[in-house]
């Protein structure tokens, strides 16, 4: 059984701790505010620190878990690679490109396994979309198109995300790696970028909606929408292929049912046929997620969600940033 750390212990640091699985084992729980520390540790006999520099020097602990803001995220994972330890550290992993590279270099000097919390890819029915697609089900893929939205708050332009000195940014770097994530899950690699990120009503220095077009090298266009003035919260992504198509909806909870429907066409191109299978059911993906890291450590395998993904996630919304004359890390 591996012995975990958590540092960052709110609302994902939370989840993380309630998804562990039979193989690992809650043994410390650090955050700058002890009484989180403490509530969070007490639910599973753990101990609480405020240092997380006590918790990576406990020779009890195997991985660590780093779901704090933004602008400590690489700056912990270093720490942790440098303690021997293992991570699991939340998307976007760092504010920016040049604050991951150090963290790359350490990781590939080390023997231990760092992998970027990208969990939307183990939602039941992106798990689902995988097989269709791999097992041809949709032919050539040619576009897919995704939309990703909070459907806000009152006080959210207070919150640490409007902060670009701890976000890096706004909505495009906090739900936008996802939609980038599951875009390059599909169709690999994206080349030529362009976009636009703008305020358009939160009085924030951030962007609050955040528009790409991604293109791979064999055309394949990624249209994606990540937006914070979305009044409802909304997850959608349409992935199409020369002989059919599927439409993914909801993430559970406040995002709706999640669902999945694949449409087939016929050789007479009329209405297709159509599968759908809907998940209502409690969501799985962080359990998954974890299960799939406890294997990359055992088999000392690269983990498939790693740093190199969230330098690539990172390189599309700095050339957005770029395009759209932000600039969050002056």
């Given at each position: ?12 640091g ?6 562990l ?17 403490s509530?969070?540790a ?11 520099k ?42 920016s ?40 089900a949709?032919g ?43 875009a ?9 970028v ?30 994606l ?31 709706g ?15 297709p ?7 209502p059911?409690?969501?799985?993906s ?7 890291f406890?294997?990359?450590?055992r088999?000392?395998?690269?983990p ?14 700095e ?12």
């Amino acid at each position: 059984m591996f012995g975990i750390g958590i540092i960052g212990c709110g609302l994902i640091g939370s989840r993380r701790a309630a998804s562990l699985g039979v193989s690992g084992r809650l043994v410390a729980c650090a955050d700058t505010d002890f009484a989180r520390a403490s509530a969070l540790a007490e639910r599973y006999a753990a101990v609480a620190v405020c240092d997380w520099k006590e918790l990576l020097g406990r020779s009890d602990i195997d991985i660590v878990i780093i779901s704090t803001r933004h602008d400590s995220l690489a700056e912990l994972t270093l720490a942790a690679i440098a303690a021997k330890k293992h991570v699991l550290v939340e998307k976007p992993a760092a504010r920016s490109v040049a604050e991951l590279e150090p963290v790359q270099a350490a990781a590939r000097a080390s023997n231990v396994r760092v992998r970027v919390g990208f969990n939307h890819r183990y939602h039941r029915a992106i798990r689902k979309a995988r097989e269709l697609v791999a097992s041809g089900a949709l032919g050539d893929l040619m576009y897919l198109r995704a939309r990703y939205g909070h459907g806000g708050r009152l006080g959210y332009e207070k919150e640490w995300r409007a902060d670009p000195a701890q976000s890096g940014g706004g909505e495009l770097i906090d739900q936008g790696p996802h939609l980038i994530d599951l875009a390059r899950c599909f169709l690999g690699d994206f080349p030529v970028v362009q976009g636009f990120a703008h305020t358009y009503y939160w009085d924030m220095p951030v962007e609050d909606n955040g528009f790409l077009l991604l293109r791979t090298q064999r055309d394949q266009v990624a249209f994606l929408h990540a937006s914070c003035t979305e009044w409802k919260n909304l997850f959608s992504l349409e992935i199409y292929g020369r002989t059919g198509k599927l439409d993914l909806s909801g993430l559970g909870g406040s995002y709706g049912v999640e669902r999945i429907t694949w449409y087939r066409m016929t050789p007479e191109l009329g209405p297709p046929e159509t599968t759908a299978w809907e998940y209502p059911m409690a969501d799985d993906s962080w359990a998954v997620e974890m299960l799939e890291f406890y294997e990359d450590i055992r088999l000392k395998r690269e983990p498939q969600a790693n740093l190199n993904d969230a330098v690539a996630c990172l390189t599309v919304i700095e050339r957005v940033y770029k395009e759209s004359g932000l600039d969050h890390h002056s």
